[in-house]
């Protein structure tokens, strides 16, 4: 897996366009402001099955990524297991780079 998706995650998070937390990724899915919700790869399973839920419920793309120490970094928050990219160009690019 390249890193150059973490390097567009970290622009899409300073310039606003990223949703953290559970709940509020939460709210953006079923508002259907979320283009692509990406999960660490250490997600706790009952995080994980309740994003991927919700994904699938509201056609949302999903991807696994790398741990949440690596996603956490990308965008300068700690203990991030879960980010929301809000943007569709943002999204689109992230998605073309993970394959």
Excluded: H, W
Aim: proline share 2%; hydrophobic share 40%.
């Amino acid at each position: 897996m390249t890193n150059s998706y973490l390097n567009i995650l970290g622009l899409a998070y300073r310039a606003g366009k990223c949703s953290l937390g559970e709940e509020t990724i939460v709210k953006d899915i079923q508002k259907n402001k979320a283009k692509l919700v990406l999960l660490a790869n250490d997600i706790g399973p009952q995080t994980y099955k309740k994003l991927t839920n919700k994904c699938k419920t509201y056609e949302i793309p999903l991807r696994v990524v790398d741990d949440r120490e690596t996603m956490s970094n990308a965008i300068g928050k700690s203990q991030r297991v879960a980010i929301a990219i809000l943007d569709a160009g943002f999204a689109a690019k992230i998605k073309s780079l993970l394959g």
